[in-house]
């Protein structure tokens, strides 16, 4: 939906920037004092004014149910989605649990290679749970244009698809105390078979562990 | 000895001793202390954001240490909204209202100087967190819980946050009561509401929201005082979400009450430099209304991505306000088109607040968008949207106010020369600063982060080159007051041939403001009415003079004629 929105506001932003600027740079060269002309004496409009209101509700009216139908658009659930996982973040790092599967991917953002990786298949619909273990944090993957805040003893839930293969960093967006500036962690979207070798990989390794 | 010579043989006082100004009730001395206060704390919470800026010239920089960071953007942050911003917003309509509107003084004198005091303590238990073991506040401005309590951020520093955010709050609502019954009650006769200059009309939509938004400041903080007292009542959701609701309830409206006073001032300079009267003058006293009563209902949006708020109603009150901003455009716009535009500092300034701020505005709109707001929340996008609206539109709406009251206020003339520098060298770091934000954030660069990936580093390097010639048009403006004051070039009574009745009485003003009464009261600009009709061969001089004060406006060099009526 970001896309659906950002490049319409974008064009109709640039435009009235546009507009007010001409107008703005017109008045000024038109009406300096150096033209020996006197002020107009004029201080209403009333039709003028009018009419430019009306527009201007029009505008807004029609912004205002653009943005909301995207929005209900975008939280609509996908479906019956084929993987869970939760996620949770904690001061300062995340970890990712499967759901039915005892596999838990964790890390301590301490340096690169302690930076959690979200394993994910791709073309399948993934509800994702969000919680936080203290603080309020923030889910951000840029790739998807998607954020949301983990809360304390609150489950936000989201779901997400990824049709293509590939890392993609993420962080966490909301101040959440020192080391905020490196909560990250990387999303791998792999091909669905490729995810179930991954994930019975993982099975196998958490049932051995002690 | 008769008590004539016993009075003559006493000293004569020449100046007013500090002690004087310090216990003053006289509204221009109170108004110019906290504008005074707000402007140094102005400069100090500037050099901590060049300091950051400094810092994230390059990715991996340790300049200063990610704590100590953290706490440079909590006070940076909470100094200028907190303690420079709206101190400045209310500190003008203290000022200039009853100025404006032919008052004496200000209702309530004593409580908007206790408000003054409140508030220095403010600044220095803001400050002061720096003597502490842990240092100052580190949890940002708007100290999200838990975050903000004593599980997540201990020390006496947060503890000095949080009572500097609450003293601050207090002295809001202290100088809030004062200005809008100072506009409600004060007027003077013949002047209406509808008759008040646009300035005190932007002074009462912010008192307006004053009034009903710092007291939700009290109650967050309240809340925080809480969590410092026992954390265990945040461990659920609720009360973590509900500071939040309560905290943005007010955060909303602030930022208003951080505009609207600068829309005032960027309208007085424009009609002023424009020499008409401003056009759409009911239009725009209606948008004011509307964008204060539509941004009680739009703090949501800030809310947006906590997953439990109702994006849908927000979305569409925060588009709606849109339409306030619009007709205030019609009025910027159609007052220029068919003026008489002469370029001095004050306008320069109030010229480019158009243009800038409606960067900051537009872009607000967008944010008012959940779609956008999924990818732009919390980003350097945010941070850019509200730098231009508060930087780039408000802060230069001050300088047009600045620039255009100064000589009313202190009676001296400052150098256009160097203005003009001081805004050229704004303008130009303004934006070299800010827009590359923009570009960060669409990146996905977040906010608040000391450290950053390798592909940011051009686009910080422009934007922290940006904040070195910022930092290099303060001290132009610095140079201009100090070369103000050391070469005492007096002002006249109208240097700039005003509208409004702060033009008719001296710079500065006498206390009790106007000596030699005001023109009558005909409409927003009496004092432009009564220099017409003056020059109206068709009238008779008790016409002109309708309240037969024996008003005499002089724009010679000397103060303006004082000639009382007869007893």
Redesign the interface.
């Known amino acids: ?2 896309g ?3 490049w319409p ?2 064009i109709i ?1 640039l435009t ?2 546009g507009i ?2 001409l ?2 740079a ?3 060269i ?4 150096g033209r020996g ?9 009333s039709v ?2 009018a009419v ?2 009306l527009v ?2 029009g ?2 009216s029609f ?2 149910v653009y ?2 139908s ?3 658009a ?2 609509r659930p996908l479906g019956r989605p084929q993987v869970s996982v939760t996620i949770t973040g904690f ?1 300062w790092c995340w970890s990712f649990t499967y759901h039915h599967t005892p596999v838990t991917v964790s890390g301590t953002c301490k340096n690169a290679s302690q930076i959690p990786v979200l394993v994910v298949p791709t073309h399948e619909i993934i509800h994702f749970s ?1 919680i936080s273990a ?3 944090h ?1 889910w ?1 993957l ?1 790739y998807a ?5 983990a ?4 489950y ?3 779901d997400l698809r990824f049709t293509k293969t590939g890392e993609f ?1 993420g ?12 909560m990250d962690f990387k999303l791998k979207a792999v091909t669905p078979a490729a995810f179930t070798s991954w994930l019975t990989a993982q099975t196998r390794r958490a049932a051995s562990r002690p | 000895m008769t008590v004539t010579e016993l009075s003559a043989r006493l000293p004569k006082r020449r100046h007013k001793q500090i002690s004087d100004i310090l216990v003053s009730t006289d509204h221009k001395v109170i108004g110019l202390l906290v504008l005074g206060t707000a402007m140094v704390l102005f400069l100090v919470f500037g050099a901590i954001a060049l300091t950051m800026r400094a810092d994230l010239a390059s990715p991996g920089q340790n300049l200063i240490s ?2 100590l960071y ?1 706490q440079f953007f909590t006070l940076h942050g909470s100094g200028m909204i907190y303690l420079v911003i709206t101190p400045i917003s209310l500190g003008l309509g203290i000022y200039l209202v009853p100025l404006q509107i032919g008052a004496p003084g200000i209702a309530f004198p004593r409580l908007a100087l206790f408000g003054f005091y409140t508030y220095v303590v403010s600044a220095v238990l803001l400050l002061s967190g720096f003597l502490t073991a842990s240092g100052p506040g ?3 401005w708007y100290a ?4 903000s309590d004593t ?3 201990p020390g006496k520093g947060m503890d000095m946050w949080v009572a500097a955010a609450t003293l601050a709050g207090f002295a809001g609502l202290f100088w809030s009561i004062c200005v809008l019954w100072t506009a409600l009650r004060m007027r003077a006769p013949r002047m209406s509401m509808l008759r008040m200059p646009l300035f005190t009309w932007s002074e009462v939509v912010t008192c307006l929201m004053g009034v009903a938004a710092f007291p939700s400041l009290l109650g967050a903080m309240g809340m925080i005082t809480a969590a410092r007292i026992d954390p265990r009542l945040f ?3 609720l009360p ?2 509900q500071y939040q609701n309560l905290f943005w309830f007010y955060g909303h409206p602030v930022v208003y009450i951080m505009f609207f006073p600068y829309v005032g001032s960027v309208i007085e300079v424009i009609q002023t430099f ?10 725009t006293v209606f948008a004011l209304l509307l964008f204060a009563a539509v941004s009680m209902s739009v703090w949501g949006h800030h809310m947006f ?4 708020e109702s ?2 109603y927000f ?2 009150t925060s ?2 306000l ?2 306030p901003a ?2 205030e ?2 009025g910027f ?2 007052t ?8 001095k500092t004050p306008m320069l300034f109030a ?1 480019a607040f ?2 800038q701020f ?2 900051g505005g ?2 607000g ?2 944010l ?5 707001d ?2 732009f ?3 350097y996008f945010v941070v850019a949207h509200f730098h231009y609206t508060l930087f780039a539109g408000s802060v230069f709406g001050f300088f047009a106010g600045f620039y255009y009251w100064f000589p009313k206020a202190t009676g001296r003339m400052l150098s256009e020369r160097l203005g003009k520098v001081h805004f050229w060298l704004m303008v130009v770091g303004t934006n070299v600063t800010f827009i590359p934000m923009f570009v960060m954030g669409y ?2 660069l ?8 390798a592909q940011f580093h051009l686009l910080n390097v422009i934007s922290s080159i940006g904040a070195g010639v910022l930092g290099l048009s303060m001290v132009v403006l610095v140079v201009n007051v100090g070369e103000s004051f050391r070469r005492r070039v007096p002002a006249p009574a109208d240097p700039w041939d005003g509208l409004t009745l702060e033009w008719a009485t001296t710079s500065p003003p006498p206390e009790f403001n106007f000596p030699a009464g005001i023109p009558p009261v005909k409409g927003f600009a009496p004092l432009f009415d009564w220099k017409q009709a003056k020059r109206d061969p068709d009238r008779t001089p008790e016409e002109i003079s309708a309240r037969g004060a024996g008003y005499v406006h002089s724009r010679g060099d000397g103060p303006a004629e004082v000639r009382r009526p007869a007893p």
């Open positions: 939906m970001f659906h929105v950002f506001y974008t932003a009235v920037f007010v600027v107008v703005l017109f008045s000024l038109r009406y300096r004092a002309h006197e002020a107009s004496a004029k201080s209403k409009h003028l004014e430019y209101a201007l509700v505008i807004a912004l205002a943005v909301a995207a929005n209900a975008e939280r001061q969000l203290d603080v309020v923030e951000w840029p244009r998607w954020k949301e805040e809360f304390p003893g609150h936000n839930t989201f960093n962080r966490c967006d909301e101040y959440c105390g020192l080391y905020h500036d490196r | 990610t704590g953290n580190s949890a940002g999200y819980l838990p975050l599980r997540y951020t461990t659920s959701d973590n979400l424009g020499q008409r009267k401003y056009v759409g003058y009911t239009v991505t906590t997953g439990q994006n849908e979305a569409v588009t709606a849109s339409v619009g007709l455009y019609f716009l159609s220029l088109i068919g003026a008489k535009i002469r370029f010229l158009i243009p409606l960067i537009l872009t709109i967008m008012a968008s959940p779609s956008l999924y990818q929340h919390g980003s990146l996905g977040p906010r608040r982060v000391a450290h950053y990936p």
